[in-house]
């Protein structure tokens, strides 16, 4: 009879970590009460103009097989969103659709990285990065982001220390999950250059692109590649229209790589389904109201949350640019997975610990403040009790 | 400036082959009056009662992250289907549900499969097989099943000779796409024993388990095998329910593989849509009246499909017991593609080249019967026309 099937499976699957996000949620998710702020999502479900399109497709017979690309009408209206949002000309022949964030970045991971080949990224980062890379055998090397006065930076010269001949590609995620650090526009220039000369890709995640607070959007790659650059700019629907549990993203990469795309659509997921990329098309074509919305949301639990840590000396953070979490530290508290599961226990409230965030995530916590000022004030209450 | 692109990913990746069925599905898609039956799917939308529990939860705002393994009731809705259906107790803690077939199937090769492990496979069979294989550098070994006057058969003492030291998984389709072949349940009954002896996997594809003429389903592995067999039987709701356009199915697996599925799913697309798996959970439980009617459909359209090619004496071809596909030959044919692109030229009739299919594939066609009786009797004058 079969005995230790774990000992049976390949090593790099096998020791694969769980999330340390997903711990503390399995930990905590069932107590009554409880303030959640430790997922990267709001509290709004999806608005309704984009159900109801995702309906009416599904209704009007749209559950076949469909364009492994994505359906023609969501690759125009994603290559017209990012020409009006970033003033630059984006060909839909160089939009893929994939199965959320997610599947964007493991399959151009897929394309870029084998066994032993390296892929440099800014950390802390959402972690999922590594153990993508991880899955092809791929080597991480993490370069951190430093803390100080002013929040979150990269020192951009350690970024190119870190590559070397065996340097496939460099992941860079701006406006930051957890940090909320934003890359500066002449740093994204020197990195294009740099990549440029080295031959080494780049994979942005501009997930959070449209999350910022004292610009109308944070500056993007596609602002200063060319098309054929070696740039693969990843980006999803789920934060700015609310539709984490859609399962939708998209990449643009050079329309070269079009085949390419295709065919790992093809043998990872089989493509999105039709009737819910015609959701997506009525965010990409109606959505700008709604993202107003959701930025001012985070804009006041920015406040809310700033104010609140204001008032607590031990509390140590910077307001972030961007995206929709506080990535904060509290002094005397080194292990923030520790604290996590004490605030969950003493205050109720589901926070991330740093930890699960890689090299720099230590000792800080990340805080998602897309939530009703109600609950996010009630929140700050119970964390302020036990921070104090 | 960056030049050839394609030069500069993963050479496994570049090498991928488009799909030979997409290939002539590009071709003449498009045709005027075309008669498509070149796809793994028939011409019936989903039915309302999967539907409308999508949409209702979907209005319920289920539109959040959600449980990696699946959710609690659609776990729970599958384990009793296949106790139902198959007369076995299947713990749902065995179960876990991927974006498709596909990505359950690839997430197991990830798992079982690294570079230069070996993948045996009876063959002809779905390509996307070998593709999933090649992205994690594993090498296929197909083994050709062989076609006589009963129909499509396999060697099983040929399929264990092609093991080595370097095989780490069989996996096996049955019944088959495109051949219809069913395993017999003593070959099963080998096979198991034949892999637990030598610790080898076996991927098991029961897809069209349902889809069978003469007994109400394909023996299953599921019937004969322990919970902690290294065998993972993979399924999916595109075919009995008509939903391929959906993306969901699952595997059944050892339970002390939950946390490396959980991670395997978190890392390479993050889940099936909450409220899609609503939808999912009523064709569990509501769906055998749909699923006697589309066998029925089927069950006609295999008459009509071997009605027709008994009077063309050049066609060689045997009712399949299971599946809803015809496999077929032609006599002074030897080229299936160039044989499929004529058939779409001179009869605007839509059928897959054999040659897509992997080693034994040429010199047939496989043609889909799941199809209304009007347009697939239109379809057969008009193949009649060009193959008499």
């Known amino acids: 009879m079969p005995t230790d099937l774990i000992s049976a499976i390949q ?10 996000i997903v711990e503390i949620v399995n930990y905590a998710r069932e107590r009554k009460g409880l303030i959640p702020l430790w997922i990267g999502e709001g509290d709004l479900p999806t608005p309704s103009f ?14 076949f097989y469909t364009y492994q690309r994505g359906i023609p009408p969501l690759r125009d209206a994603i290559g017209a969103y990012l020409g009006r949002t970033y003033g630059v000309k984006v060909d839909p022949e ?7 964030g997610m599947q964007a970045i493991k399959q151009t991971i897929q394309m870029l990285i084998g066994p032993g080949d390296e892929l440099v990224v800014p950390s802390p980062v959402w972690p999922n990065i590594f153990n993508a890379a991880q899955i ?10 430093t803390f100080g006065n002013d929040g979150w930076s990269l020192d951009i010269e350690k970024l190119f220390a870190a590559c070397t001949d065996r340097t496939k590609a460099i992941f860079v995620n701006t406006p930051g999950n957890p940090t909320g650090w934003m890359m500066p526009r002449e740093d994204m220039i020197a990195l294009r250059d740099f990549a440029r000369e080295r031959g080494i890709w780049l994979i ?8 910022t607070y004292d610009i109308d959007h944070a ?31 998209w990449v643009v990469a050079p329309k ?7 065919n790992l659509i093809q043998y990872n997921t089989s493509g999105v389904p039709t009737f819910l990329q015609f959701g997506a098309v009525a965010a990409m074509n109606e959505g700008e109201s709604f993202i107003a ?22 509390v140590r953070f910077a307001r972030p640019p961007g995206t929709f979490y506080m990535f904060f530290k509290v002094d005397g508290q080194p292990d923030s997975r520790a604290l996590a599961f004490k605030l969950a226990d003493q205050a109720n409230v589901g926070l991330a610990p740093g930890s699960a965030f890689g090299e720099g995530g230590e000792p800080f916590l990340r805080l998602c403040f897309c939530l009703s000022t109600d609950k996010l004030s009630e929140a700050m209450d119970r964390l302020s009790g036990v921070l104090r």
């Open 11 to 20: 090593p790099n699957i096998a020791a694969l970590p769980e999330s340390g």
């Open 293 to 314: 919305e959701m930025r001012e949301r985070c804009r006041v639990g920015r406040e809310i949350v700033s104010d609140a840590f204001d008032r607590l000396p031990r």
């Open 94 to 100: 160089r939009v893929f659709v994939t199965v959320g």
């Open 50 to 63: 984009i159900s109801d399109a995702a309906v009416s497709a599904l209704r009007d017979g749209q559950t």
């Open 204 to 211: 942005v995640d501009e997930v959070y692109g449209r999350l």
């Open 136 to 145: 092809m055998r791929g080597v991480v090397k993490p370069v951190t982001l």
């Open 256 to 262: 070269e790589l079009g085949q390419v795309y295709e």
């Open 219 to 249: 500056p993007s790659f596609l602002e200063i590649i060319e098309p054929d650059d070696r740039v693969v700019v990843v980006n999803t629907f789920s934060k700015n229209w609310a539709m984490t549990g859609w399962r939708i993203g």
